[in-house]
């Protein structure tokens, strides 16, 4: 067993894995609370009443953590979004339901979604490279430029817009919309999802400027 990682996955007891999702559990509240930069293992641990060494005896430190609090969260997301997604076929479908599961998403799990930005920003070596390689901040982005040129080839969106243009805008909004969710205790999600909705229909061709 490597010193500082904890057992390897198959090795893992019930109990280990149960404590690997606490602590993951308070890694994201912790930074949601404080920040990444101020989520020390130290306060983590104070979070749920375990000592900083028992962390480290399941992680090899804060970026492998952070690392696993990035792993859970997009795996969770994308099982959310999927599904919703998939239950559609038409590409004007596909994208309202792109939006609107995402912000659903977001809209239940606030914490979680708000330390996928904080990692995301702050997770940068001093040369600027990503220090957490599981998580490539252009990966949404491919993705949904992808789908977008794909109904947009079957003619289903308008044919003179740029999908990565409009794939990196969805994606702003969206990460915006994270960020207002801890920092806006008035901000109202389900308002704000019907809003981008409209505004990515016009852009995309699906809607008129006024909406129908």
């Known amino acids: ?14 109990i280990e894995t149960q404590r690997r999702a606490q602590i993951v559990a308070a890694a994201i509240d912790t930074i949601a609370e404080l920040g990444y930069a101020r989520a020390s293992l130290g306060r983590i641990a104070a979070r749920i009443g375990i000592s900083r060494g028992l962390i480290s005896y399941h992680f090899a430190g804060k970026d492998e953590l952070m ?25 004007p479908e596909m994208l ?9 998403y977001l809209r239940e799990h606030p914490s979680g979604a708000f330390a996928i930005v904080e990692i995301a920003r702050n997770g ?20 949904l430029a992808h789908l977008l040129s794909g109904f947009q080839d079957a003619g289903q969106f308008r044919a003179d817009f740029d999908p ?11 990460d915006a919309a994270s960020r207002r969710l801890i920092s806006d205790p008035q901000f109202d999600i389900d308002s ?19 909406g129908g």
């Not at 067993?1 to 019930?14: C, I, K, L, V, Y």
């Not at 019907?194 to 699906?206: D, L, N, Q, S, W």
């Open 96 to 104: 309202r339901a792109y939006i609107e599961s995402n912000l659903a």
């Open 164 to 174: 990565r243009a409009i794939a990196i805008a969805i994606r702003g909004a969206i």
């Open 192 to 210: 704000y999802a019907r809003e981008i909705v409209r505004v990515f229909e016009v852009a995309t061709g699906v809607a008129g400027p006024a």
């Open 124 to 143: 940068v070596t001093a040369v600027g490279q990503p220090r957490f390689s599981s998580y490539d901040v252009d990966d949404a982005v491919r993705a």
């Open 1 to 14: 067993m490597q010193s500082g990682s904890g057992p390897a996955p198959a090795e893992r007891t019930f």
């Open 67 to 91: 690392s696993e609090v990035v792993r859970e969260v997009l795996e969770e997301g994308r099982a959310y979004m999927t599904r919703r997604i998939l239950a559609h076929s038409t590409g």
